[in-house]
């Protein structure tokens, strides 16, 4: 877990204008709520808010949230960015009881190298960039580690096959993927499949034309009766 402290300014009025004219002063509109705590309308520097995250933890950091001299314990509840520009436009701050458990996002970080798939034209494929943890806020980890490199082309690692964090609980279902195993098709796999299809469809046109022939054996023969 990271602390770090950050100065939140009150006073700010609410509203898109106001917002605005915020942003253009490099401050970011923020919230800080919870604990049965009435909701504070702040707004923070934005070179603090990212010198205050930039430690291993992430938007996960505990932060000491100074409001008018009260120091709030909270995390990065909800961070809005802009459409275009990603830059943080408006952030949600949640008060944490440090002694409470909780539920975050954690990332999944992949180490080493998965050789035997490589040699097997196959790709590691990260089916989940995030796992979910419930914990107290003094026990965030930084991050979930999952050593890929005694994979092989038919493992499948699974949430209830990682190693769980002291005083963590992960909040999936054991058998959900995290890491799977991609296998890519060959230049030549692909030219057999494309010829195997152009076969198939020759072979149907063959069919069809033979029908053809029956359909118009069989109209001679009303003709034959009428004479």
């Known amino acids: ?42 707004s923070v520097d934005r070179r603090d808010l990212r010198a205050a995250l930039s430690g291993p933890s992430g938007v996960n950091t505990v ?36 002694d409470v458990e909780i539920t975050v996002s954690v990332p999944v970080v992949l180490l080493g190298e998965a050789k035997e798939v490589a040699m097997n034209n196959g790709l590691v494929d990260l089916q989940m960039a995030e796992i979910q943890v419930t914990t107290t806020p003094r026990t965030i980890p930084d ?6 490199s005694e994979m092989t082309v038919d493992d499948v690692i699974t949430v209830g096959q990682l190693p769980v964090p002291a005083g963590c609980v992960f909040a999936h279902e054991e058998d959900q993927p995290v890491v799977t195993v991609t296998i890519l098709r ?14 198939e469809g020759e072979e149907g046109e063959g069919e069809e034309g033979e029908g053809s022939g029956d359909d118009a054996s069989s109209d001679d023969a009303p003709a034959d009766d009428a004479e």
């Open 63 to 98: 932060l000491d949230l100074t409001v008018d001299g009260t120091v709030y314990p909270a995390i990065v509840k909800e961070m809005q960015r802009h459409p275009v520009r990603r830059t943080v436009s408006h952030i949600d701050f949640l008060q944490v009881n440090l």
């Open 1 to 42: 877990m990271s602390s770090n402290v950050l100065i939140a300014e009150t006073g700010r009025q609410t509203g898109s204008p106001s917002s605005r004219r915020l942003r253009r002063e490099d401050r970011i509109p923020a919230v800080v709520y919870g604990l049965g705590m009435t909701p504070i309308s702040v």
């Open 143 to 148: 991050s979930i580690e999952i050593d890929i």
């Open 186 to 199: 060959t230049a030549a796999e692909e030219e057999e499949e494309t010829s195997e299809e152009e076969g």
